[in-house]
């Protein structure tokens, strides 16, 4: 029962991922993430007074995809329809934050690395624009708002590795499966 329970809850979480993921299916090292840092204080000086300009010039574009879900309803919603020029949304405020690369498979990240360590980044609803910050531009910032934003900081790794729940649920699915197998087979007088 608990089996059969848990391997609905598996099959359950493995096509909602697949849904309402954004992240490749098979096997990929190509999503980026941010994770939030701190906002950035209102105020003036080189770096807080051109945020705007230095994130739009210096950052990475990255595009985001619509999630699986997504895609399908565009692409119902477009069946018959002349194609629509995509209006841009206004990005947010630009904020500091920690750019990785996350390994993932089916969806689900199992790892990541840091390829630019702490930005600058704004996203819309299409891209994320990260601007890396550097030790100069860290201590400029630290100086002109007067504090380290980044004190503190805890990095959410469970972010970024909860895949390895799932694969631990598929495991534990296993072990039951292969325990109701020895149990039928003492009942028969097999074993």
Known sequence: MLRNLLGGLLIAALAVTLLMTKRD???????????????????????????????????????????????IYQTLAAAGQAPRARVKDNYQPPRLGHAVRQWSFLGMPFGWHSELGLVLYSRDRWELVAAPLGEEGRAM?????????????????WAHTWGWLYLA???????????????????????
Do not use: C
């Open 169 to 191: 649920g598929v495991a534990l699915w296993g072990w039951l499966y292969h325990r109701s197998v020895v149990r039928g087979r003492e009942e028969l007088g097999i074993i």
């Open 25 to 71: 299916w098979f096997l990929s090292d190509q999503h980026w993430a941010v994770t939030d840092v701190a906002a950035i204080p209102a105020g003036s000086g080189e770096l807080r007074g051109n945020l705007d300009q230095i994130v739009a010039m210096y950052g990475v574009h990255v595009p985001q995809r619509p999630n699986k879900a997504e895609q």
């Open 141 to 157: 910032l630290q100086r002109e708002v007067g504090r380290d934003l980044g004190h503190g900081f805890l990095f959410p790794f």
